[in-house]
């Protein structure tokens, strides 16, 4: 089972149709949007049981890796320690990727301990050696000590929150390094590993946590082995996280307010295509895609679309820390809260957004009035957002406060006022009220003539919505 087609086209269709008002920012009623579809259901049998012949040449190394090693947060905290302590101690040979602590701190570390023994999590008389309660997805290219940062922030988040200390499945510091070598990615996973033991060890975890990083073009979902793990724990019901290493807050509200901010984060979305990730072992990406084709029912669209939905929560809790950094109250907090209700509405989740722009609206109120553009343009998305809700007594109602305001506070026929009305009646079209939304539509499109002449993008698209209306006359 795939995604959803007919409610993709509608959410299509809306996006196509209705107008933004051209005196504001770019608002949700004039981009296009990612389906919202339903995720294809779990099986009642494990799609991960069946048994395969390993066709691949494989490295027999994974034989006898124990897949459920865990590192304490201390342990998390001391592999960060030893990081900070070689960048200072080594300025011109930084360490900069995952990767980079592999070879750097883990191998060198290790080297002195027994064969079969030398994982990191067995230093110090393996002091620091647990069962996994939480399993790390990452990149081996992403920011090493980035990825450290996040795991602790999450650690630390744990133990506030009055739960048991977490331990992690890090494949850093639970798999033996010298033997498989993972930052040099020469060491291919046999598919029998693949698909039993290495989805157990991600179903023995209480969660399963996603370093995103960067924030605004995720390597992780451009990975192979990234998008696999969060599938298993999908179909497994294993609930997924997503986490950003502490310092992208900073960029990501910085990008936000700039100009163009409604922009941020979207790109994340768009790409996400599992068909065309990559893993660092051929061997692997085979195997990876065979179980995607083979035991996952909807192939990658239902992998694009498990991952897409998991990413639509991390961009709403992004959003959400980011809106309450700026003062309660101020324009700064309601320009921010604008901007991330445009973000939650292209990337598919309505509910998000008009979270947001409630927020903005009750600030803009007591800031400008009742009676201001700011508010109107507020009412317009929030109209916007109930449509595609399928609410169309809401969808009317908050078009009709934004036409009061804008007839009150604009010129007599400006552009913005043809807008509304045109807002209006395609949504009294899709209520049943043909004739009515046929009249507003006529009304914003003597506007639009007389604003901007026959050969405007937005008169020709009201031009085709008024065409689209009179067939329903029909």
Known sequence: MGCCPSKADTRANNARHLQSDPSSRPSSSSTSRVAACPLCTARSVSPYSRRYPWTHRANEAYAGQPLSIGITLAGVKGLRAAVVAYTVDRPADPIVTTADIATKIVIPATAGLAGGRQCYVDLDGGR???????????????????MLDAVVQHGDGVVATGNPPAV??????????????????????????????FAAQITGCDEVVVIAWPFYDPLVVKRAWCLYEAV??????????????????????????????????????????????????????????????????GGHPAVDAIYKTMLRGWVLGLLT????????????????????????????DPAG?????????????????????????????????????????????????????????????????????????????KQGEVATGIENIEKALVIQRRAHGEDHPTTRNMVAGLQWARARLE
């Open 128 to 146: 620091h050696r647990a069962k996994p309660t939480y399993f790390i997805s990452h990149t081996w290219q992403a920011e090493g000590l980035g």
């Open 168 to 197: 992690y499945y890090l494949d850093l510091a639970s798999v033996d390094q010298h033997q498989i070598n993972q930052a040099a990615g020469n060491s291919a996973m046999p598919f029998e590993t693949l698909s039993t033991d």
């Open 321 to 348: 820390t980011v809106v309450g950094s700026f003062l309660a109250g101020s324009h700064k907090a309601a320009n921010c809260s604008t901007n991330c209700g445009i973000i939650m509405s292209r990337v598919g």
């Open 353 to 429: 957004a008009i979270a947001f722009y409630e927020a903005a609206v009750g600030t803009l109120r007591e800031l400008d009035g009742e009676e201001s553009s700011s508010v109107a343009t507020c009412y317009m998305n929030l109209g916007t957002e109930y449509l595609q809700q399928g609410d169309y007594t809401r969808a009317v109602e908050f078009q009709l406060k934004a036409l009061a305001i804008k007839e009150k506070v604009l010129p007599e026929g400006h552009p913005a006022i043809g807008s509304s009305y045109y807002n209006i009646g395609y949504v009294q079209v």
């Open 232 to 297: 298993v724990a999908k179909i497994h019901g294993v609930p997924t996280i997503v986490v950003s290493p502490p310092g992208e807050l900073a960029t990501l509200r910085d990008r936000i307010m700039a100009d163009g901010g409604s922009e941020v984060l979207i790109h994340v979305m768009s790409a996400i295509d599992s068909a065309k990730a990559e893993a660092s072992v051929a061997a692997d990406l085979d195997n990876i895609r065979r179980v995607i084709a083979t035991e996952v029912e």
